[in-house]
């Protein structure tokens, strides 16, 4: 899989939240699950040339994040979540037009990053119109447009961030993105309940084969319950009911006979150990009466 710094150094990975909710953070505390049925359909109107394969579901903020052909997305009630890598993310304000009207809001959050060459950027679109939008490196600023928000003021300023020479910026614009991300969201999304996403492949790959659990019948059950049991009759009932079988599903009606087989199991053990018990007592008294 292609991460960004292999496709260029104007790759990034970006994350675009298409938001009509009043309130994104409270919907996300809820951890709400994402459809992939929703993605799919999403991906599909975006290239209907593209082979869609979904490859797995998880959290965003808790997994690595997307690579070259791989679209991370939820869609939730007022948010839908979008993250892919982008070949060249230098102006923001143009990226693809069929990707940023792909789901009808009334905002448009868009964040860049690529860790490895510092390429950093944010965009802020308003009922279609670009209120703000800035992508640099440390040392070259690709495009500042809008008004800067208040969160900004403090690392134009130098007094938070980290500049790395006297000719790049008085921060790293990777910061300036997490603290965009908090200002427009309302949260930190790093630290937030999980988002839930369902991650999809477009390059034709096969989609991962999970091994499907195995079935098994009521005789391997009980012949598993009776080795736990033993014979000692002490064991009989405590080891049954400590016995299970992970990772294994058993159908309600396979787990009933295999009850059933148990139980019968529990009695003819108990017959063997009174058995047992009489056996060895007969024999005691018949070898006393021998010794006389």
């Known amino acids: 899989m292609l991460m960004p710094s292999q496709l260029g150094e104007n790759a990034a990975i970006v994350t675009l939240w298409f938001v009509s909710a009043s309130d994104p953070q409270s919907i996300i505390r809820s951890e709400p699950r994402a459809d992939r049925g929703y993605g799919r359909k999403l991906l599909a109107q975006l290239n209907p040339t593209w082979p869609i394969t979904p490859i797995g579901q998880f959290a965003l903020n ?34 693809n037009p069929r990707l940023l009207r792909s789901v009808p809001a009334t905002d448009v959050y868009i964040f860049a990053v690529n860790e490895e060459t510092t390429l950093g950027g944010f965009a802020h679109i308003y009922n279609g119109e670009i209120k703000r939008s800035f992508i640099a ?3 070259r600023v690709f495009e500042d447009n809008g008004i800067p928000g208040g969160f900004e003021t403090p690392y134009w300023a130098g007094k938070k961030g980290t500049r ?3 000719l790049s910026l008085p921060f790293n614009p990777i910061e300036l993105v997490h603290e965009a991300q908090r200002a427009w969201l309302g949260f930190d999304a790093t630290t937030s309940p999980d988002i839930n996403v369902v991650a999809y492949a477009t390059d034709g790959r096969p989609e991962p084969r999970i091994a499907a659990p195995r079935i098994i019948n009521s005789e391997e059950v ?11 009759e002490s064991a009989f009932y405590d ?17 009933s006979n295999a009850k059933k087989a148990a139980s019968s199991a529990q009695k003819f053990g108990k017959s063997l150990w009174r058995a047992s018990r009489e056996f060895g007592s007969n024999m005691a008294e018949r070898l006393r009466h021998t010794d006389r």
Do not use: C, H, M, W
């Open 62 to 95: 808790r997994s690595v994040p997307a690579s070259a052909n791989e679209f991370y997305i939820a869609g939730f009630p007022g948010i839908t979540i979008i993250q892919t890598v982008l070949e060249d993310v230098t102006s923001l304000s143009k990226l």
């Open 137 to 139: 490196y440390e040392e």
């Open 164 to 166: 790395k020479t006297a």
């Open 222 to 232: 009980t012949r598993s319950a009776v080795e736990k049991l033993g014979l000692r």
């Open 239 to 255: 080891d049954y009911e400590e016995y299970e079988a992970p990772d294994r599903v058993v159908s309600k009606r396979i787990t």
